[in-house]
């Protein structure tokens, strides 16, 4: 049996080692509650290049960061296999990143450039962004393809945490991201959860680790 397939180490130390990129972590004060934290594990099927996945999962967790939560991503394998018990009670979500063989197979509309496999019962965990037609958004030296990236994982992972029909008219949860105030937004490093989102995941996120620490208390 193998074990289980840890953080690719080469993205980790380029991670560790990039502070001109590095994004703060959430650290709860003295007597506040345990802040929520979650963990994604995800899969490079459209062989990103390291840079721009870098960037893009900075980003990712900066948007997540500013929305009091604390995120950590991980690059794994088809077989790794999540583990059944242990002290981390971070709820993992899973983000399959497609190149267009595979995107065009799951969703034919060109326009999608990602999807989630959000629940009314808060357990939704898998999500996907479809790496070749980010391809469509303006990118320029403020708004990179890595900064495209991360915005659109934090929206996919945005639809597991907060549920179904959770798009809104403004904000990274907005459906429609060519309109002039997203992009604008997403530049300028603003386009992030609204202050009611924020809370929402929170909950969810706590509701989720609550769950695992149920399931993990030996009698």
């Given at each position: 049996?193998?074990?289980?397939?840890?953080?690719?180490?080469?993205?980790?130390?380029?991670?560790?080692?990039?502070?001109?990129?590095?994004?703060?972590?959430?650290?709860?004060?003295?007597?506040?509650?345990?802040?929520?934290?979650?963990?994604?594990?995800?899969?490079?099927?459209?062989?990103?290049?390291?840079?721009?996945?870098?960037?893009?999962?900075?980003?990712?967790?900066?948007?997540?960061?500013s929305a009091g939560i604390q995120f950590t991503?991980?690059?794994?394998?088809?077989?790794?296999?999540?583990?059944?018990?242990?002290?981390?009670?971070?709820?993992?979500?899973?983000?399959?990143?497609?190149?267009?063989?595979?995107?065009?197979?799951?969703?034919?509309?060109?326009?999608?450039?990602?999807?989630?496999?959000?629940?009314?019962?808060?357990?939704?965990?898998?999500?996907?962004?479809?790496?070749?037609?980010?391809?469509?958004?303006?990118?320029?030296?403020?708004?990179?393809?890595?900064?495209?990236?991360?915005?659109?994982?934090?929206?996919?992972?945005?639809?597991?945490?907060?549920?179904?029909?959770?798009?809104?008219?403004?904000?990274?949860?907005?459906?429609?991201?060519?309109?002039?105030?997203?992009?604008?937004?997403?530049?300028?490093?603003?386009?992030?959860?609204?202050?009611?989102?924020?809370?929402?995941?929170?909950?969810?996120?706590?509701?989720?680790?609550?769950?695992?620490?149920?399931?993990?208390?030996?009698?």
């Open positions: 049996m193998k074990n289980a397939q840890s953080c690719n180490p080469w993205l980790t130390l380029v991670m560790l080692s990039a502070p001109a990129l590095a994004q703060p972590t959430v650290e709860a004060k003295p007597g506040q509650s345990p802040i929520p934290a979650v963990r994604l594990m995800y899969y490079n099927y459209a062989r990103v290049p390291i840079s721009v996945r870098v960037e893009g999962l900075q980003t990712t967790t900066r948007i997540f960061n991503a991980c690059e794994t394998q088809p077989d790794w296999k999540e583990p059944q018990s242990g002290h981390d009670l971070a709820p993992v979500l899973y983000l399959r990143i497609l190149p267009d063989s595979m995107a065009n197979r799951l969703e034919p509309r060109f326009e999608a450039i990602g999807s989630a496999y959000s629940t009314d019962d808060n357990s939704g965990k898998i999500a996907n962004v479809f790496y070749d037609r980010l391809q469509g958004l303006p990118t320029s030296a403020s708004c990179s393809r890595g900064t495209i990236l991360g915005h659109v994982i934090a929206h996919e992972l945005g639809h597991l945490l907060l549920g179904r029909k959770n798009h809104s008219s403004s904000g990274i949860m907005s459906a429609n991201w060519q309109r002039d105030k997203q992009i604008i937004q997403l530049r300028a490093g603003a386009l992030l959860f609204s202050s009611e989102e924020a809370k929402h995941l929170r909950k969810n996120i706590l509701e989720r680790q609550n769950s695992l620490r149920m399931t993990n208390t030996v009698p």
